[in-house]
């Protein structure tokens, strides 16, 4: 019986040497393979001991009228030498007491420097009285769906788990535990469970990209990221003001790239900007005349090319002011308006 009918008879049985479908000599293929692996294995390496497991107690009341302790346990990454650390919000919500280990045995307690709700991130400050292991911070505006995305984190308590995959898609919207929605999320279909929340999503360079936040339950491969520079925004602001207040414009967007016929006709001097998605009936948007579909490339007299860009702009100082605002209608009118924001709530 030669291959051909041993395969027939036996399907999937053939043990024997196989033809080389992949277009690169075994050699090459092997080499593609180790490549791949030195680099996961590097960024562990670099990455691993600044991500901590976060152990939170809560205090609930029982119907024994007794004061129970609520448990839960999640991920975080540390940003400086003294102990800041960022996890997601949702972890911490509550917490009466958070203990921080990290992944060489030790052990501290944790105290809360700020939140936000909005964004699903937290600032922990992590008492130890020596310098701690550091995560480095990557640019979320250059990236790119297809590159490697690495999951560092602790799903269901195991920690210092990696898993790794790509980053599938950009600029997606993710509604948040308050409600709202947060803006310009990574999608990656690096495999997350319970216990991420919190961790870092790391590059093959092993700078954090993004503070991985979701999933969606049932599905296979889609889960979701809050960019890195999105929370050195909330961290800067939690920092030195201890919270975040922001103006609310009363509408939901996405980045989108500009055409190219659109940049040269207007003259623009940026290649994206941001594409209103939805509009709130009776917020400031709605009121200044904004509809779905409109691209906004300009607010404050400042460029926008990225949902980021907004948010930086909309801080507590330009609540009640009114502000210029220029924006694409069907690519072929570019029209200006003028907005007011108002102080919006989690």
Not at 33 to 43: E, G, K, M, N, P
Not at 142 to 150: D, F, K, P, S, Y
Not at 207 to 234: K, S
Request: aromatic share 4%; charged share 20%; net charge neutral.
């Amino acid at each position: 019986m030669d291959r051909r009918e041993f395969e027939i008879a036996f399907p999937g049985a053939y043990t024997g040497p196989r033809e080389n479908r992949s277009g690169l000599a075994p050699e090459a293929d092997k080499q593609f393979l180790d490549v791949y692996s030195r680099t996961i294995v590097d960024v562990v390496k670099e990455v691993g001991p600044s991500v901590v497991h976060v152990h939170v107690r809560r205090g609930t009341n029982s119907s024994r009228r007794s004061q129970q302790r609520a448990e839960a346990s999640a991920s975080g990454v540390i940003i400086t030498p003294d102990g800041y650390t960022v996890t997601n919000s949702h972890v911490v919500e509550n917490a009466a007491d958070i203990d921080v280990s990290l992944a060489d045995g030790s052990s501290f307690q944790a105290n809360i420097i700020g939140q936000d709700k909005a964004t699903d991130l937290a600032l922990l400050r992590v008492l130890s009285d020596r310098n701690l292991p550091t995560a480095h911070l990557g640019d979320s505006d250059r990236l790119q769906a297809g590159q490697i995305a690495i999951a560092i984190g602790n799903p269901y308590g195991f920690q210092n788990t990696v898993t790794a995959g790509i980053i599938s898609a950009l600029g997606r919207s993710l509604r948040s535990h308050t409600g709202r929605l947060i803006e310009n999320v990574i999608q990656t279909d690096a495999a997350l469970n319970p216990g991420n929340s919190g961790g870092p999503l790391v590059d093959s360079n092993g700078l954090v990209i993004g503070i991985n936040t979701a999933i969606i339950q049932y599905a296979q491969g889609i889960c979701f990221a809050i960019p890195v520079n999105t929370m050195r925004w909330v961290v800067t602001l939690l920092l030195r003001e201890g919270k975040i207040t922001r103006g609310f414009l009363g509408i939901s967007g996405q980045t989108v790239p500009l055409p190219a016929r659109v940049i040269r006709y207007f003259s623009l001097p940026q290649e994206t900007g941001v594409h209103v998605m939805n509009v709130v009936e009776g917020s400031p948007a709605d009121n200044a005349g904004l509809k779905e579909g409109d691209v906004i490339i300009s607010l404050a007299e400042q460029t926008i090319t990225t949902v980021d860009d907004i948010h930086k702009l909309l801080t507590a100082d330009r609540t009640g002011k009114q502000l210029r605002i220029i924006l694409l209608r069907d690519w072929i009118q570019k029209l200006e308006a003028y907005v007011t924001p108002r102080q919006g709530s989690d």
